[in-house]
């Protein structure tokens, strides 16, 4: 896919996963995406887990995709997340703050929802999630990531290189039960040459590492040129306008 010709020409090395990272395409998938979601949420938040028990609009919006990590072994659900792109509406994040101008007319995607089992395997689902959550990205022509993390799990998106938007602001979010969050953001087109340049410990996984198991067919963003995306882009921008 468009992810090889992306990447200088070194020989891709293979690694095979204990669990897939795949597109939500069944309401069977959805529900375990959802049970994983709420076991998550529910050890920090648990109020706000509660109403986490099923399915939201969200899952089922346009320009929405939920991946579910699933063991090998035995099926099970071992992690979640959410991608919302602004294709089609706003970023969730959007209904709680005013995202920078130069943001506004760049292509989005907002990881939410991010759930995963406790110890070593959620730490490498999370991982792989995030690759997953890139990759995605990159085929979709989206230039910018967008999150919001409760402290202290903002540390583990600064650790990827992710950027605070509102540096010492920690802003309550609509879309997580008005908990104050921050807001961070990433460059999709430049992380290449910035984790490389930063000898990151995660270069060679992500980018030089070709992982079977994770597989984004039917997000609908493989099929679609991006000449088309940047029309419709700036067809709403003018609508927008």
């Known amino acids: 896919g468009v992810m090889q010709q992306a990447l200088p020409r070194v020989q891709m090395a293979e690694e095979r996963l204990p669990f897939t990272v795949r597109v939500v395409r069944s309401e069977e998938a959805l529900q375990k995406a959802v049970a994983i979601r709420q076991a998550a949420y529910a050890r920090h938040v648990p109020a706000f887990a509660a109403t986490l028990g099923l399915p939201e609009a969200s899952d089922h919006d346009e320009g929405s995709v939920v991946l579910l990590a699933e063991s090998n072994m035995d099926g099970s659900p071992l992690g979640t997340m959410r991608i919302q792109t602004n294709r089609f509406k706003d970023l969730a994040v959007e209904q ?89 953001a990433f460059e999709v087109g430049t992380a290449e040459d910035r984790w490389a340049e930063a000898n990151h410990p995660l270069f060679k996984f992500v980018f030089q590492t070709r992982h079977p198991d994770i597989d984004l067919s039917g997000s609908d963003y493989s099929v679609r040129s991006l000449a088309a995306r940047a029309t419709e882009v700036s067809e709403r921008m003018a609508i927008a306008a």
């Open 96 to 184: 709680s703050v005013e995202l920078p101008a130069w943001l506004k007319n760049k292509s989005m995607a907002e990881a939410t929802r991010l759930g995963v089992g406790l110890g070593q395997t959620g730490r490498m689902v999370k991982t792989v999630l995030f690759k997953a959550l890139y990759l995605y990205c990159v085929e979709a022509g989206i230039e910018w990531m967008v999150i919001t993390a409760r402290p202290p799990l903002n540390r583990q998106y600064e650790a990827l290189m992710f950027d605070h938007l509102f540096p010492g602001q920690f802003i309550p979010m609509r879309h997580v039960n008005d908990i104050p969050h921050c807001v961070l």
